[in-house]
Structures are given as C-alpha cells and as structure tokens.
C-alpha cells in the first residue's frame, strides 16, 4: 500500500507570491489532514476533511490559506500571498476513520518564504 | 482545552543507555494518546499508541503507559540504538477524530 505522498518537498519563494502544495492520501483514506510545524514548535492542526467536504477548518491562520479536495481524492493547500511567517514544514495525514485511528502522515513539503 | 507538553531536547546518548522523554498533558474527556517518531528525511510513523487508562503501548523496544492520575505518557526504553536518533513526538486524539494535538518534538541522538 502506498503511503501518503507530498509536492513538493522543498519550496522556496518571495514574500508575496503563490505557492501551492499537494498531498495524496492513502487509497480509500476519507479524511485527510493538514498539519504545520513552524520553527521546531509542536505541529498544529490547519484542517480536516472528509472526503471532498471540510469537516473542521479551525486551525487555518488567514485567508491567505485556501485548502481544496477535489472529488475527494487528492487536497491542495494554497497560500496566497505568501508572509515570512508562512515558513514551516506542511504535513498532510489520512486515515480510514476518526478517533482511535491512526493517521498516516507524509514526509512533509518545508516551505522557505524569504 | 487539549494540550500536549513534552520534555525540551535535543537528547545525546550513548549506545545502550537508558532512554526517557517525558509527556504530559492536559484533555477534555478521554483522549487516545501516541508516540510518533520521525526519522532523518522522512514522513512521521506512529511508534505506539495507548487507548485508554493504563494502557501500555509498545513497539521496537519502546515503551510508554497511560498514566491518568499523573496526565503522563513518558516514552522509555531499555537500551537505545543508533538506529533510533530521530525526532520523537508525543500527541493525542481527544477522539472527535478532527485533530490530533502535538507536543514540540524531542530530537534524539545517539552516538556509538
């Protein structure tokens, strides 16, 4: 079984431009996650969907950030325009369910903003 | 609220030594509680997980129980390896399912 994928796994960009990141779950995963770990702080939750629909987007910073599922497959995480503050490695996690489950993360895309 | 306080790294080691990284936290409810490890280059892997009360979860030697009357989940192990420097990270669930709840990581080296 195939883990969870991320693209790219180094971006660096100026302040004020787009970067867009991509995660692809584990096959038949529904929910899907995105985590943040700035500057060797604890990683923080940004969001939650199942399937192609939000669940809990509570942890997203700013409107800056614009997270989608399309079809419930793949997500995208957008950040437009990107702050110095944006710097940090982005995790993306599935699981088959919620609660005592497992997620599985991927290896993380370290976005550099300068 | 949830929260996750883990012991400040990073931890040198020699081969063999005794190893332990404390975690407490604080949870609403019931929470499930993890050890997640990530080593050089890669994505996090869960190490081991406890459900409930005095659970014990276990894994490559690792150990770590469920302490409800202390809030703890300390990570231990007998005789550390080379092979184990990584990043340890202690986490709950509080069982919404919507997020799990991190500590800051503890980076973990250890020489021959």
């Known amino acids: 079984e195939a883990g969870v994928t991320q693209f790219p796994s180094h971006s660096v960009i100026e302040k004020g431009q787009t970067v867009t990141l991509r995660c692809d779950p584990i096959s038949g995963h529904d929910n899907l996650y995105w985590y943040r770990r700035v500057m060797g702080k604890e990683i923080k939750f940004l969001l939650h969907?199942?399937?192609?629909?939000?669940?809990?987007e509570s942890g997203m910073p700013n409107n800056r950030f614009l997270a989608e599922r399309t079809g419930g497959t793949y997500s995208t995480l957008k950040v437009q325009p990107a702050e110095l503050e944006d710097s940090g490695v982005y995790f993306c996690?599935?699981?088959?369910?919620?609660?005592?489950?497992?997620?599985?993360f991927g290896p993380g895309t370290r976005l550099t903003v300068t | 609220g949830n929260s996750v306080t883990q012991m400040e790294g990073p931890v040198t080691l020699s081969e063999e030594a005794f190893l332990t990284i404390n975690c407490t936290y604080t949870?609403?409810?019931?929470?499930?509680l993890f050890w997640y490890v990530q080593y050089p280059g890669e994505g996090l892997q869960l190490l081991l997980k406890a459900t409930k009360a005095d659970d014990k979860g276990s894994n490559k030697g690792f150990e770590a129980t469920y302490r409800k009357e202390t809030t703890s989940f300390h990570l231990e192990k007998g005789s550390v390896q080379v092979s184990d420097s990584a990043v340890y990270f202690c986490?709950?669930?509080?069982?919404?399912?919507?997020?799990?709840?991190f500590g800051t990581g503890t980076s973990l080296t250890v020489i021959p």
């Open positions: 949870a609403t409810g019931y929470p499930s």
């Open positions: 996690a599935s699981s088959r369910a919620v609660g005592t489950y497992e997620q599985y």
């Open positions: 969907f199942v399937k192609e629909s939000k669940q809990d």
């Open positions: 986490a709950l669930s509080d069982g919404t399912g919507n997020q799990f709840y």
